[in-house]
């Protein structure tokens, strides 16, 4: 049995996970204790009884072999009995979210930071996700982040590194290691889930698609899934091989980063769906021949619709969305009288009432669409629910759309970010917010007139839990609004985001430019927040 080794060490500040784990450039990372000590942070408050089993993986970003060979001999040293970690250090968010699930594991790192570049220069994060598979709640961040404060020695074990691309178990210390195939266990649950008959016979008469990987993690799964299982053709996947670096790209599908696969379904002899998946997998992108998705609109069409996935007939209990995702859901959970739960940004608010069986499908703006399957949003899941409905309906992804809003009216929705500012600027922008709420109500900015502005805060119907300051909502009458919060999830400054929504009924014009369409928003965002002043900004970095 390896020697247990205590080695002393000091608290570093800032080590606070945010909306989904810790997250921060390499090179601060890779100071000496640095991830020891948030490592050790989360075993302390995990409090793993003996024997326990723990699940490691990450996306493949440039420092995860490093990092997962660490894990692995502190996990020993922290008594658990067992370690699952997939091969090469690859897991999926959702895929990670299964197996722990499956194998009934204490909980699991996840060792990634999304959407975000990868490199020795640019970011790399750990998120604990707990026994149901889903992210750590705020009760348990916020005890790591205590933790953090007042470490003053993290535990290993003296081990060699093990070799992680090679399947079988190895023992570090009196623990089993497991190198597992990190494609299987999901690629199963999905043919569990969804009519991969009926997928297959649309490509088996002609249906085609292009699913770009990013160069992230979701190429193995898409790969395995589409082209081996559902009989698209060789080439369907493009970016398949994860990267340390992501290619040298931003593996972020949005139409910013993925605008090659735009212009290509958008163009002359477009396949029938175009797709895409970031960094850890966990997000999608939607965008049929000559028509963009948006990620609040799929989660709408995705939930009219579910009943066309064999695993989802007659048990819609219910929608989730967070708080800045555009309203479309509510009207299809109006509709369809179930009820539809606006929670704050972050997965982990969408576990417990998963958990309780009272939402089945849930969706963020932010690209992440998932249900209860998993307790992580998941991006490849989105697309096979997509391709599942196009299937059965044997409807384009634009006709599908176009059929949508002509029973629910649309939402028109964009999200401006304004990414790396000045902190102080962010913060004195939300405090100038917050002191305007008790005036804001019935003044008007140009057409629109203000309904109601609050401070989001989010009671828990399952825990009673309470949520407060998660972002600023202005709403206006007829249905639109704008909502300003600051992100969680950038390794450096500030990032605002300005979410512009302008709802227009089934009568109204139902296929106009998004850009258009938000113009009085837009402009009564900038008449309410001051932007450019607190900013120093004269339009966002992104729009999406």
């Excluded at 493009?238 to 040298?248: A, R, S, V, W, Y």
């Excluded at 993925?258 to 965008?287: C, H, Q, T, V």
């Excluded at 850009?515 to 928003?521: E, H, K, R, S, Y």
């Amino acid at each position: 049995m390896s020697q247990i080794v205590t080695v002393p060490t000091q608290p570093y500040e800032g080590q606070a996970p945010g909306t989904s784990g810790l997250r921060k450039k390499v090179k601060v990372f890779a100071q000496p204790n640095y991830a020891e000590n948030f490592i050790q942070s989360v075993f302390d408050v995990a409090s793993p009884e003996p024997g326990a089993v723990l699940v490691i993986g990450g996306d493949g970003r440039f420092h995860n072999r490093t990092v997962i060979q660490q894990a692995i001999r502190m996990a020993a040293a922290n008594g658990y009995g067992k370690v699952l970690v997939g091969q090469g250090g690859i897991l999926s968010t959702p895929a990670a979210s299964n197996v722990i699930r499956k194998y009934q594991a204490s909980g699991g790192l996840i060792l990634s930071a999304s959407h975000n570049p990868g490199g020795p220069d640019e970011d790399f994060g750990i998120k604990y996700n707990i026994a149901n598979g889903g992210p750590a709640p705020e009760s348990v961040t916020g005890a790591i982040l205590a933790r953090t404060q007042e470490i003053d020695l993290w535990l290993t074990v003296e081990a060699d590194d093990i070799d992680l691309d090679t399947l079988g178990d190895v023992q570090v210390g009196a623990m089993t290691v497991s190198v597992i195939d990190p494609v299987a266990d999901y690629a199963d649950l999905m043919e569990s889930l969804f009519d991969f008959g009926a997928i297959r016979a649309a490509v088996a008469e002609g249906f085609t698609m292009r699913f770009d990987a990013m160069s992230a993690v979701t190429g193995p799964y898409a790969t395995e899934i589409l082209e081996n299982r559902l009989g698209f053709a060789k080439g369907t996947v493009i970016n398949g091989t994860p990267l340390e670096d992501f290619g040298g790209h931003h593996p972020d599908p949005n139409l910013i980063h993925a605008k090659a696969l735009y212009d290509l379904m958008m163009g002359e002899g477009a396949p029938d769906l175009g797709a895409a998946s970031d960094g850890d997998g966990d997000r999608n992108l939607i965008i049929g021949r000559g028509r963009f998705i948006t990620p609040s609109d799929s989660l709408a069409m995705l939930a009219a619709n579910i009943e066309c996935a064999p695993a989802y007939k007659g048990r819609l209990a219910g929608i989730a969305r967070s708080m800045p995702t555009s309203a479309a859901a509510d009207r299809v959970a109006e509709a369809l009288g179930v009820p539809c739960f606006e929670t704050p940004t972050g997965w982990k608010f969408f576990g417990n009432l998963l958990d309780a069986g009272m939402a089945t499908i849930c969706g963020e703006e932010s690209a992440g669409t998932g249900s209860d399957h998993v307790r992580e949003k998941d991006g490849l899941w989105a697309v096979l629910l997509w391709l599942n409905i196009l299937a059965v309906r044997k409807v384009s992804a634009d006709a599908l759309a176009l059929e949508h809003w002509a029973r629910f009216g649309r939402n028109y929705y964009a999200r401006h970010d304004y990414e790396g500012i000045e902190k102080a600027g962010a913060d004195a922008l939300m405090a100038g917010l917050k002191d305007q709420l008790g005036t804001l109500p019935g003044q008007s900015f140009g057409p629109l007139t203000v309904a109601v502005a609050d401070s989001f805060s989010y009671t828990d119907p399952v825990d009673g839990s309470v949520s407060a300051n998660q972002g600023i909502r202005v709403l206006f009458e007829g249905g639109s609004r704008v909502v300003f919060r600051l992100s969680g999830t950038g390794t450096q400054g500030a990032t605002l985001r300005v979410y512009l929504e302008n709802y227009t009924g089934p009568q109204g014009d139902l296929d106009a430019e998004t850009g258009d369409m938000l113009a009085p928003q837009i402009a009564a965002a900038e008449a309410i927040a001051g932007i450019a002043q607190h900013t120093g900004r004269t339009a966002p970095d992104v729009i999406t």
